[in-house]
């Protein structure tokens, strides 16, 4: 089970929740990019390799028997908040499209590179399975 947190008198934030809490089986996702399953890179557009991010997010937790909706908490590595900004449209379609219209707390954060040269996005994401 799983309850997004809004003090009173705080605005709803568009995209995200400020604070959830949940319980059940915790699933801790590594950082994901947006190269294919053989590590390959297809794009260098943002928006693209943010969606292959958050497909791998999603196979991952499909793995412990997870979906979508369990995910509580994600932090997004970012190496140019502009183009971050700029891409953010089509960031939500594909958010919409692979995770749906699930709130979790979420932090974004410019960073000068990532491990992988070709990465412009790496996402980690906590997810909570609830109990059977």
């Known amino acids: 089970m799983m309850q997004v947190l809004l003090p009173e008198g705080w605005p709803r934030p568009k995209g995200y929740a400020n604070g959830v809490t949940a319980t059940g089986r915790q699933v801790f996702i590594a950082g994901m990019i947006g190269w294919d399953a053989q590590g390959v890179f297809h794009t260098d557009d943002f928006a693209a390799q943010a969606r292959q991010a958050l ?36 960031v939500g379609r594909a958010w919409r499209e692979v995770i749906g219209s699930y709130n979790a707390a979420m932090s974004a954060v410019e960073v000068k590179a990532l491990m992988e040269d070709r990465a412009k996005v790496e996402i980690e994401a906590t997810a909570v399975i609830p109990a059977a």
């Open 55 to 90: 497909e791998h997010i999603v196979a991952v937790l499909a793995e412990a028997g997870g979906k979508p909706e369990h995910i509580v908490r994600m932090t997004w590595y970012v190496t140019d908040k502009r183009e971050y900004l700029a891409a953010a449209r089509e």
